[in-house]
């Protein structure tokens, strides 16, 4: 799977690399010009409970945005509608 980030100059790749000795999972970042990393191309090895971890990390994230999101809502909702 890939998605675009920084402005669509930095893409990343998220992959099982099958050729890792602990089956890990890559990130693979590719930038149009050097900006965070070193050379235009990098990868990144997570084991499987790294990854896990980051996915996990990532769901509670936006699961507070969420939740926040909501509760603004609620009381703009409430200062118009007492």
Do not use: W
């Amino acid at each position: 799977m890939s998605l675009f980030l920084l402005d669509d100059t930095l893409r990343l790749t998220v992959f099982y690399d099958r050729s890792s000795e602990e089956g890990a999972i890559c990130l693979y970042f590719e930038e149009e010009s050097p900006v965070l990393f070193q050379g235009t191309e990098t990868r990144l090895l997570l084991s499987p409970a790294q990854a896990k971890a980051l996915a996990q990390a990532l769901l509670e994230a936006l699961q507070e945005r969420e939740k926040n999101l909501s509760s603004t809502l609620q009381e703009v909702l409430h200062e118009h509608h007492p």
